[in-house]
């Protein structure tokens, strides 16, 4: 079993910038993707980014503000955000993705960007 940490969340103005962590842990497992998705008020949940090993993928509406990163080592992968919009107002969540073909989700972090 593998347990998503999320932080990182909170208000802030537009133009502005947060930083989300979202930490794995639990029984061994071997990350094969790491990923970050949202999902506004009675929207979907939709892709924002995601990273293997070696390649990053960013939904249009973020690609350039957004950047996605991860630390093998602690297992944990952030979401840059920039140039934060009021349309980036949502509830992000993390999702690994095992090797096996295994994935979890996190419990998610709000990002509410208002003046």
């Known amino acids: 079993q593998v347990q998503l940490v999320e932080s990182g969340g909170g208000l802030v103005q537009p133009g502005g910038s947060l930083r989300l962590s979202c930490a794995a842990s639990g029984s061994a497992f071997s990350i094969n993707v790491l990923g970050w998705y949202r999902q506004a008020p009675g929207k979907q949940r939709e892709l924002v980014a995601t990273?293997?090993?070696?390649?990053?993928r960013y939904a249009d509406s973020v690609n350039g503000r957004f950047t996605i990163s991860r630390d093998n080592a602690k297992s944990t992968v952030y979401l840059q955000m920039n140039s934060l919009k009021p349309e980036d107002t949502a509830v992000y969540y993390c999702?690994?993705?095992?090797?096996?073909?295994?994935?979890?989700w996190g419990q998610g972090t709000q990002v509410t960007v208002s003046s």
């Open positions: 999702r690994l993705t095992t090797s096996e073909g295994s994935g979890y």
């Open positions: 990273i293997t090993r070696g390649t990053t």
